[in-house]
Nanobody, 128 residues
């Protein structure tokens, strides 16, 4: 069983930055694909970014809406995945969730059903 705990959310003005962290339990973290999703009130959960496990390199993928503004990264020594969010917009306001997929490489990273474990979420609010 893997437990995921997100942190780093908060209130920020448009144009500002936040860095989310997701700390994972378990000794196989480095082999998991990790993803970030978000869910705004009244909307479905949507994909934000994902990063593969370590196989000599990492691959990343981003939603078009965040490409160039958000960066996903991971520190396997700390069992932590990060989401650096820059140039935030009011439409980025949502609860952000971290998720873990037991597959090393991307299978279908944009779909929530691809992930085996989820965190409880952290609120990000961007004011205009």
């Amino acid at each position: 069983q893997v437990q995921l705990v997100e942190s780093g959310g908060g209130l920020v003005q448009a144009g500002g930055s936040l860095r989310l962290s997701c700390a994972a339990s378990g000794r196989t973290f480095s082999s998991y694909t990790m993803g970030w999703f978000r869910q705004a009130p009244g909307k479905e959960r949507e994909f934000v970014a994902a990063i593969t496990g370590w196989s000599g390199t990492y691959n990343t993928v981003y939603a078009d809406s965040v490409k160039g503004r958000f960066t996903i990264s991971r520190d396997n020594a700390k069992n932590t995945v990060y989401l650096q969010m820059n140039s935030l917009k009011p439409e980025d306001t949502a609860v952000y969730y971290c998720a873990a997929d037991k597959d090393l490489n991307f299978v279908a990273p944009i779909f929530p059903t691809s992930y085996d474990y989820w965190g409880q979420g952290t609120q990000v609010t961007v004011s205009s």
